[in-house]
């Protein structure tokens, strides 16, 4: 995945800024490479890769460099720098070196987003999700339109997804809205079932002596990060304290941007947290990736916390099957209706 950045130097000058994730093979580093080359006899200006995510060793990506530059003129080999970024520590230097300070913010913002960092698309079960959460919150009817705008959809997802609903549970007005009037018991395990498949990554704690997930927890609220939320169990009980469940088996993460974004944080909250996507039933922490244009996490006492329906289907991907269909109840009792119900049908 590649998207390019035009910018300014410190001096002025045109840079772009190619970003790379999860770049593998130096078949396609050369071809970066070249294509750049070719930019900068054309073009001019200065060209920067940055590379999230690549396969190559320090030591075989500056061989590949070398050789490259070897290649080609002087002047145009000059004007190629290329790096890879591991770490959010390595770009605050990278960025510092090559642009004024007045611009750094907001470029580093516009990589993070073209890295992965920050969402692009939202699915049919994100669609659903909207109009499930319209409907428990007693919010009446939208237009498809501002549907798609408010989930960052197209309108033939948008289109899609009410039509995979069950016809007895969408409701039409005569205006050409759409609202959710029920939720019978199929059609949540057919949401939470498809929901439940969205990529998810785990951790094992191989110390042998695992921190408890709400331990963890406190560590990433002292890392104050707005993009990762608590899910799963924890946040299952802060949205419903009776929930049928007297603990955590596992953190629940949620971040707001896709499977590509940066998960060198979880080593901030326990070092012996090390990467097992085979692990199954004993994971220690599961983060998921939201890419909602919004997130609606809800922010208290120091605590970023996932929205309930998020937490839902958490406890249906962990097998918690019975603690899913007492929330389910909780929610379906607690839905707030218009006072005076005004909608109509066709």
């Not at 500056?62 to 290329?82: N, T, Y």
């Not at 998921?288 to 605590?303: A, C, E, P, W």
Request: glycine residues 6%.
């Amino acid at each position: 995945m590649n998207s390019t950045i035009e910018a300014c130097d410190r001096n002025g000058q045109k840079l772009s800024i190619e970003v790379s994730v999860d770049l593998r093979t130096a078949r396609d580093l050369r071809s970066l490479l070249l294509n750049a080359a070719y930019a900068r006899n054309n073009n001019g200006g200065t060209y920067l890769a940055l590379l999230f995510k690549c396969g190559f060793t320090p030591a075989r990506l500056a061989s590949e460099i070398g050789a490259f530059k070897g290649v080609v003129r002087p002047e145009v080999a000059d004007r190629l720098q290329v790096a890879a970024i591991d770490h959010p520590e390595q770009l605050d230097d990278v960025l510092r070196g090559q642009v004024a300070a007045s611009q750094w913010h907001e470029l580093r913002e516009r990589i993070e987003q073209a890295s992965g960092g920050s969402p692009t698309a939202s699915s049919r079960e994100d669609v659903q999700y909207l109009l499930l959460r319209r409907w428990l919150h007693g919010l009446g009817p939208i237009k498809t339109a501002e549907l798609a705008a408010q989930c960052g959809a197209s309108a033939p997802t948008v289109a899609a997804a009410i039509k995979a609903l069950a016809p007895q549970d969408v409701l039409r007005t005569r205006d050409r809205q759409v609202a959710l009037q029920g939720f019978a018991p199929d059609s949540w395990q057919k949401w939470l079932g498809k929901s439940a498949q969205a990529p998810s990554v785990k951790f094992v704690d191989r110390s042998g002596a695992p921190r408890s997930p709400q331990k963890l927890a406190n560590k990433l609220s002292a890392l104050a990060r707005p993009d990762v939320a608590i899910g799963g169990v924890l946040g299952a009980m802060r949205h419903y304290p009776g929930i049928d469940i007297t603990g955590a088996p596992r953190l629940d993460l949620v971040i707001h941007g896709t499977s590509h974004a940066d998960l060198s944080f979880i080593a901030q909250l326990d070092p012996a947290l090390m990467r097992d996507d085979s692990a199954e039933g004993h994971a220690h922490v599961v983060v998921h990736f939201t890419q909602r244009r919004k997130s609606y996490f809800d922010v208290l006492d120091g605590y970023v916390w996932a929205d309930v329906l998020d937490c839902l289907v958490h406890l249906w991907q962990a097998g918690l099957t019975h603690q899913a269909l007492d929330l389910i109840s909780h929610l379906t009792a607690q839905t707030t209706q218009p006072k005076e119900n005004k909608w109509t049908t066709p």
